[in-house]
């Protein structure tokens, strides 16, 4: 079954780099999409983009200026990379697998909470 | 954007009964219609994909409906775990969204 694992680091000060790695196992990242989506505390979800093997990386356009998703197919993983936080983009950060035929997520990894602050 | 709303964004209800969540497109957007289940400090739960296929492993008292830009959830004989957040979501364009949630607690 697939499995989804979140990593990176919990605490990101202002102006800095939020850094995230999803590692996929029970499947390949070649086929499916892969997509990012994160849920600041106590509220909904936003949808922040995704990658797919083909080289083809869609993002959210609230977001795009600041997000950088890419993945290694060798090693099985998928990234996230947002420049420039601030204490608004503290948030559980989600992996999940989208379906190739209309990009569902399913499954999710568990999430991990990254925290803007200095 | 497509903008999607949830009616009502909460509802009380008892053990056996029957709920109904609605789900609205600004956009038409086919039957491109997700919904998740998300329990509190747990990752959300895919349910429904396509309007109204059942994600497997999901018990038959899920069911969904719709197209274009009307959509509904129903959830027959509400058992205790599913007092929960449902959110829809569209994948018919980028960037994908979500509705804003409903709660569904315990009456």
């Known amino acids: 079954q697939v499995q989804l694992q979140e990593s990176g680091p919990g605490l990101v000060k202002p102006s800095e780099t939020l850094s995230l790695n999803c590692t996929v196992s029970?499947?390949?990242?070649?086929?499916?999409?892969w997509n990012w989506i994160r849920q600041p505390p106590g509220k909904g979800l936003e949808w922040i983009g995704y990658?797919?093997?083909?080289?083809?990386?869609k993002y959210n356009p609230s977001l795009k200026s600041r997000v950088t998703i890419s993945g290694d197919t060798s090693k099985n993983y998928f990234s996230l990379k947002m420049r420039s936080v601030t204490a608004a983009d503290t948030a559980i950060y989600y992996c999940a697998r989208g379906d190739p035929r209309h990009n569902w997520s399913h499954p999710w990894g568990q999430g991990t909470l990254v925290t803007v602050s200095s | 954007d497509i903008q999607m709303t949830q009616s009502p964004s909460s509802l009380s209800a008892s053990v056996g009964d029957t709920v109904t969540i609605t789900c609205r497109a600004t956009?038409?957007?086919?039957?491109?219609l997700h919904w998740y289940q998300q329990n509190p400090g747990k990752a959300p739960k895919h349910l429904i994909y396509g309007s109204s296929s059942l994600q497997s492993g999901v018990p038959s008292r899920f069911s969904g409906s719709g197209s274009g830009t009307d959509f509904t959830l129903t959830i027959s004989s509400l058992q205790p775990e599913d007092f929960a957040t449902y959110y829809c979501q569209q994948s018919y364009t980028t960037p994908f969204t979500f509705g804003p949630g409903t709660k569904v607690d315990i009456k």
């Open positions: 029970g499947a390949s990242i070649i086929g499916p999409y």
């Open positions: 990658f797919y093997y083909s080289g083809t990386i």
């Open positions: 956009q038409y957007i086919n039957s491109y």
